[in-house]
């Protein structure tokens, strides 16, 4: 059974697009002549088939004015018919493009800024995927309901007003009418239930196969394992997809013999009538008109309403994402004592926990750490270490508790991520108007010359998908590196020196403490540590210890490695 369809209303999804749509004066501009347009076009279609009748009722063998004028107006019509529809995309598409990416922009930004807690629940690849297929659905909305959707309704509620003139002949199109439709909408909601239980399936793909490409150095040696893995989710995503399709055509068929049905009997009777003198020619050529008039577009519109119901699908997860609430915490803005001076980060009374089903992480922990010092936090796996330094970054609100921290802190974590740019890139983002020179400070600075020589652009050499050219030493100086041209007040290093040797554990050390003013590192290693003017022991989420770092309970308390190692 397709599990239950988590979208929003479709009128809140409708109202979100349009927003967006209508954002700007010019776009509300584009927006009014577009649905000028389209008045326009309901005017043409409908007034083609009765022009014909006319034509065809006053033609004799001399032409006249009246008759020319006609003929004008036919040709006119039958013009504007053919290229209007051309004209309103052109029109409409540029506010449509503005909100596509009015939306985009709007949700990477807002993903930035929600708690983190939150945003480790996302998927990357799911998400990346959602914001691929919003340009379609976006675009599948405005062009449906505004283009078709709108004016296909209208056109066939003329088009049975005028047949019924007719009599028994038109009022055979009511039923007709009234049974496609409702044919339409249930059908679309049973291809619907399906298409998003595809779409799921689709998103499991995806996120497993960006998995298995991340992971390609371990899954070399379990290769026939992830092939049968990656085969059986490719062969489940391909059924349902099957029976999504069946669904959309079964539908089509169903609402073809519907109108099929509906304008054989309409046909086979006019022409009876036409036989029989109860109607005339132009009579029957305007009935015809209006059958072409009102079934075309209901067998186009039965294509358009499932794309604008998958496209609903789509935004409502797009709504989903945004709806996501921002995080809790406000940072404050730097805070400056009486001497000009940076005033101490402090946490109070702190109680944390991942989610209100788990225990709590932290249980009224309080730390006071000082400006200018260089502090070490070690601990068992599991303590509280990491979750410490993501909290000081203001990464997870604590659920309560006071906490005294400020702008200019720089976190540095344990799975450091490059960016898939050059390495000027990486080492720019976000510091402005970096000069050569001082590139080549830091890079001398942090032991990065000799990468920087053998690469075959220099500093405009591309580093691979997360620094996958370069060695994890390499990055780990490299982001050391851009942390020296961004001047942070506070450094937090998250094991980022724990897997270089001991001699660029030295120098780096020294750099460090030499270059930064207040920092703070989590380390499993004693030759770290020691080096550092204080300690904090974590255990269980409690601060057990505070001392300097030489005291004897350090070593008995943790499982470090010798400082003479």
């Known amino acids: 059974m397709p599990r239950q369809l988590y979208i929003a209303p479709v009128k809140k999804i409708f109202l979100f697009f349009f927003r967006y749509m209508t954002k700007y004066p010019a776009s509300r501009k584009r927006a009014l002549i577009t649905s000028f347009l389209i008045i326009i076009e309901i005017i043409a279609v409908s007034l083609i088939p009765y022009t014909t009748k006319c034509l065809i009722d006053n033609a004799k063998i001399d032409l006249n ?10 040709g006119v019509l039958w013009t504007v018919e053919k290229t209007i529809n051309h004209l309103q995309e052109i029109t409409l598409f540029p506010a449509t493009n ?45 062009r449906v309901v505004l283009l078709s959707l ?33 044919t339409l909408y249930k059908g679309t909601k049973w291809y619907i239930a399906i298409r998003a239980y595809a779409w799921e399936m689709t998103d499991v793909v995806c996120k497993r196969t960006n998995d298995s490409l991340l992971n390609s150095k371990t899954l070399r040696n379990q290769l026939m394992f992830e092939d049968k ?53 132009g009579e029957f050529v305007m009935l015809k008109g209006q059958l072409i008039s009102a079934f075309l577009p209901i067998k186009h519109l039965s294509t358009e309403f499932r794309q604008l119901m998958e496209s609903c699908v789509d935004i409502g997860k797009v709504i989903q994402l945004l709806d996501i609430p921002l995080r809790r915490l406000k940072i404050e803005k730097q805070k400056m004592s009486q001497d000009n001076a940076l005033v101490d980060i402090s946490l109070e009374n702190i109680i944390f926990s ?20 260089k502090i070490g936090i070690v601990g068992k796996n599991g303590c509280g270490k990491s979750t410490l330094l993501a909290m000081i970054n203001g990464l997870y609100p604590p659920d ?42 830091a890079i001398t600075l942090m032991g990065l010359e000799e990468l920087m020589l053998k690469l075959p652009n220099k500093l405009d050499t591309i580093v691979g998908e997360l620094g996958s ?26 094991e980022t020196l724990d897997c270089l040797n001991e001699e660029s554990k030295r120098d780096i050390l020294e ?55």
Not at 100 to 117: N, V
Not at 231 to 249: G, I, P, Q, V
Not at 556 to 564: D, F, G, P, Q, R
Request: glycine share 6%.
């Open 65 to 74: 004015l009246g008759l020319g004028s006609l003929l004008l107006l036919l």
């Open 98 to 142: 503005h909100a596509i990416r009015d939306i985009t922009h709007d949700l990477i930004y807002h993903i930035h800024q929600i708690d983190y807690s939150d945003y480790q629940t996302l998927s990357v690849p799911e998400t990346l995927n959602a914001i691929r297929r919003i340009s379609l659905s976006a675009r599948t909305v405005a």
């Open 150 to 182: 709108i004016p296909t309704t209208i056109k066939c509620v003329v088009a049975v007003i005028v047949a019924c003139q007719l009599g028994l002949y038109g009022c055979v199109l009511l039923p007709a009418f009234i049974l496609s439709f409702f």
């Open 229 to 281: 893995t990656i085969s059986s989710l490719l062969e489940e995503e391909a059924n349902r997809w099957n029976e999504a399709n069946f669904r959309l055509h079964g539908i089509h068929i169903i609402i073809g013999i519907i109108m099929g049905g509906a304008f054989t009997i309409v046909l086979f009777a006019s022409l009876y009538g036409l036989a029989n003198g109860t109607l005339t020619l």
């Open 354 to 373: 991942f989610n209100p089903e788990s225990e709590s992480l932290f249980k009224g922990l309080s730390i006071k750490l000082k400006v200018g010092e």
């Open 400 to 441: 309560s508790g006071n906490m005294n921290i400020f702008k200019g802190i720089h976190l540095i974590p344990q799975d450091i991520r490059l960016m898939n740019l050059s390495l000027r890139d990486n080492l720019c983002y976000d510091s402005q108007n970096i000069s050569d020179t001082r590139l080549i400070q």
């Open 469 to 494: 050219y370069l060695s994890g030493g390499e990055i780990r100086r490299l982001v050391l590196a851009r942390a020296w041209l961004l001047k942070p007040q506070v450094l937090l290093l998250d």
């Open 511 to 565: 750099i460090i403490r030499d270059h930064f003013k207040t920092v703070i590192i989590v380390s499993h290693h004693a030759s770290i540590v020691e080096k550092l003017d204080r300690v904090l022991v974590l255990e269980e989420g409690k601060l057990i210890e505070d001392s300097a770092s030489n005291v004897p309970s350090l070593s008995n308390t943790l499982s470090l490695e010798s400082a003479h190692a």
